[in-house]
C-alpha cells in the first residue's frame, strides 16, 4: 500500500487527546497493550508516541493490517508491535499476556456473539489486575443517552441489523463473566464514555 492510500479516520484525530486524557494516567503502572480493532492505526501511533514507556500490540481482522502497517511505519516508533489478525469470534487469540486492552468503536460495528467472545478473550490475555478500556457509545437502561445517539444506532441497524449501540448493563455482566470489575465509567465527549473494568 502506497503512501497516499493510507487510510485516514477523522473521528481518531477528533477523539484522540480526549481518549488520551482519562487512559494516560490509568496506563502508568503498565508496560504491554493489546489494541482490539486498531482500524486505520492512527489511533496506536499516536498514543504509542505519548506513552512511551507501553509496548503497543495492534490488532484487527485482515482487510485492516496493511493500513495499520502504514502507519506504523511511518511513525517507525520501536514501543509498536507489527500489527496482530485478530477476529475476535474465529481467530485464534494471540498467545500473550498484556497489562491492559483498549478497544475503540467496536462494541457497536459487532454483533452480540462477537462482543461475547471478545470479553472472554480478554479475561484470558490480562494479567492479574490487568486493565480494559472500552471506548464508545452505551445505552443504559434499555434507552439512549441522546437524539444524536438514537439517529447513530438507526444508520447502524440500516447498515447491519445484528450491530448495533450495546447496553452498558450487557457489557458489564459479559466483564463479570469474564473476571472483571468495573473501577469506573466516564463521561467523554460526543456522548461517548470510556468503560475501565479491571481484573480481579
Known amino acids: 500500500m502506497s503512501r497516499i492510500n493510507k487510510p485516514y479516520s477523522e ?8 481518549i488520551l486524557e482519562i487512559i494516560q494516567p490509568r496506563l502508568q503502572d503498565c508496560r504491554s497493550v493489546l489494541e482490539i480493532g486498531s482500524g486505520t492505526g492512527q489511533h496506536a501511533v499516536y498514543f504509542a508516541s505519548k506513552l512511551p514507556h507501553l509496548v503497543w500490540h495492534t490488532s484487527d481482522q ?17 514501543n509498536l508491535e507489527a500489527p496482530i489478525e485478530l477476529n475476535v469470534s474465529s481467530s485464534a487469540w494471540p498467545q500473550m499476556q498484556v497489562d491492559a486492552v483498549f478497544t475503540a468503536n467496536t462494541c457497536h460495528i459487532m454483533h452480540d456473539e462477537d462482543v461475547a467472545a471478545m470479553f472472554q478473550g480478554v479475561g484470558q490475555i490480562l494479567g492479574d489486575r490487568g486493565k480494559l478500556f472500552v471506548y464508545g457509545p452505551f445505552n443504559y ?11 447513530f444506532d438507526d444508520w447502524l441497524h440500516a447498515r447491519d441489523s445484528r450491530s448495533g449501540i450495546k447496553h452498558f448493563e450487557e457489557l458489564d455482566r459479559l466483564a463479570v463473566s469474564a473476571g472483571l470489575s468495573l473501577q469506573e465509567d466516564l463521561a467523554m465527549p460526543a456522548n461517548n464514555r470510556i468503560l475501565y473494568w479491571q481484573k480481579t
Do not use: V
Open 11 to 18: 473521528s481518531c484525530d477528533q477523539n484522540k487527546d480526549p
Open 62 to 78: 485482515r482487510d485492516y493490517l496493511p493500513g495499520i502497517r502504514c502507519w506504523l511505519e511511518d511513525a517507525n516508533l520501536q
Open 141 to 151: 437502561h434499555g434507552d439512549y443517552t441522546s437524539d444524536s445517539n438514537r439517529r
